[in-house]
């Protein structure tokens, strides 16, 4: 199992603010990096029940059809939560608690040998990198600041850990990849 976690953030380290907006991300205009190549490696993608919820709301995942399958195709995405979440219809939802470490089988049998794609929630990509499961970082940086927010990454993961492997630029956006050594 290869896990990444690949999400914009903002150029100070946010990913919403603290009542879960985004807008911020889609106020920038121009290009905006292609996830594409992310959505076909992935054999699962996983977030938290704020992303999920975001998702259900904001997208409108939920009020359309084909909303949910031009987004995720026929990817299992997996929602680690303590609640009961209503699932689109026709969506491949799978709901887990508990840390990661506490479902590290189930998350194999979902992706296999394949990629997880951890996307949005900073605390959950952490307990990847807690457990020594986090590949690699890829953040798409915005060119916003907030004054405070969602935290991008909640841990501290120094240099050493990491070796950067590839920087792009689309648009306004700077796309970095780290590798992560685990220990």
């Known amino acids: 199992m290869h896990v990444t976690y690949a999400t914009?953030?903002?150029?100070?380290?946010?990913?919403?603010?603290?009542?879960?907006?985004?807008?911020?991300l889609f106020a920038v205009t121009g290009d905006t990096?292609?996830?594409?190549?992310?959505?076909?490696?992935?054999?699962?993608?996983?977030?938290?029940?704020?992303t999920y919820e975001w998702l259900l709301r904001d997208r409108t995942l939920n009020d359309?059809?084909?909303?949910?399958?031009?987004?995720?195709?026929d990817t299992p995405v997996v929602v680690f939560t303590t609640r009961a979440l209503r699932v689109?219809?026709?969506?491949?939802?799978?709901?887990?608690s508990g840390?990661?470490?506490?479902?590290?089988?189930a998350l194999r049998r979902i992706s296999g040998d394949g990629t997880v794609w951890v996307q949005g929630g900073g605390d959950l990509a952490g307990q990847f990198?807690?457990?020594?499961?986090?590949?690699?970082?890829?953040?798409h940086?915005?060119?916003?600041?907030?004054s405070e927010g969602k935290p991008l990454f909640p841990r501290n993961l120094a240099s050493d850990r990491l070796t950067l492997v590839d920087v792009r630029r689309t648009g306004q956006f700077?796309?970095?990849?780290?590798?992560v050594r685990n220990d």
Request: glycine share 6%; net charge negative.
């Open 141 to 146: 940086i915005s060119p916003a600041f907030l």
């Open 8 to 24: 914009a953030t903002t150029a100070n380290g946010f990913l919403a603010t603290l009542d879960d907006s985004l807008a911020w």
């Open 99 to 105: 840390p990661v470490t506490d479902n590290v089988t």
């Open 88 to 96: 689109p219809d026709g969506a491949d939802v799978r709901f887990l």
């Open 174 to 179: 700077i796309e970095a990849t780290w590798q």
């Open 33 to 50: 990096p292609d996830l594409d190549a992310l959505y076909a490696a992935a054999n699962a993608v996983v977030m938290g029940s704020s």
């Open 64 to 73: 359309d059809p084909d909303g949910w399958a031009s987004a995720f195709g």
């Open 129 to 139: 990198l807690d457990a020594d499961l986090l590949d690699d970082i890829t953040l």
